[in-house]
């Protein structure tokens, strides 16, 4: 079945640098999109930034735009979100997420989230 670990939140300041992990298993994952999502206290879960299998096209919110970096390793079926100057409106609780299948058979599946919070 699909299984995600990820890694790499935690407490940073303002200004500050983080990279986030995500391995992934149960799938094929070279061929798949893989996003990372986040959801603030009180808010909707939001897609941050999207990078395509085939290609590793990639396409990111406008609020991370230049700060926000998503990347893949196909060897390793771990996509990452390398994130910088970060900013106290970044906290949130980061997924990773895959949508496999077509149509009414496509499902999303999530990792079980990281917490990052930046405060000084």
């Known amino acids: 079945q699909v299984q995600f670990v990820e890694s790499g939140g935690g407490l940073v300041q303002p200004g500050g640098s983080l990279r986030l992990s995500c391995a992934a298993s149960?799938?094929?994952?070279?061929?798949?999109?893989m996003s990372w999502y986040r959801q603030a206290p009180g808010k909707e879960r939001e897609l941050v930034a999207r990078i395509t299998g085939v290609g590793g096209f990639t396409n990111y919110a406008d609020s991370v735009k230049g700060r926000f970096t998503i990347s893949r390793d196909n060897a390793k079926n771990t996509v990452y979100l390398q994130m910088s100057s970060l900013k106290p409106e970044d906290t949130a609780v980061y997924y990773c997420n895959v949508g496999l299948g077509l149509g009414p058979e496509r499902h999303d599946y999530w990792g079980q989230g990281t917490q990052v919070t930046v405060s000084s």
């Open positions: 149960g799938f094929t994952f070279s061929r798949s999109a």
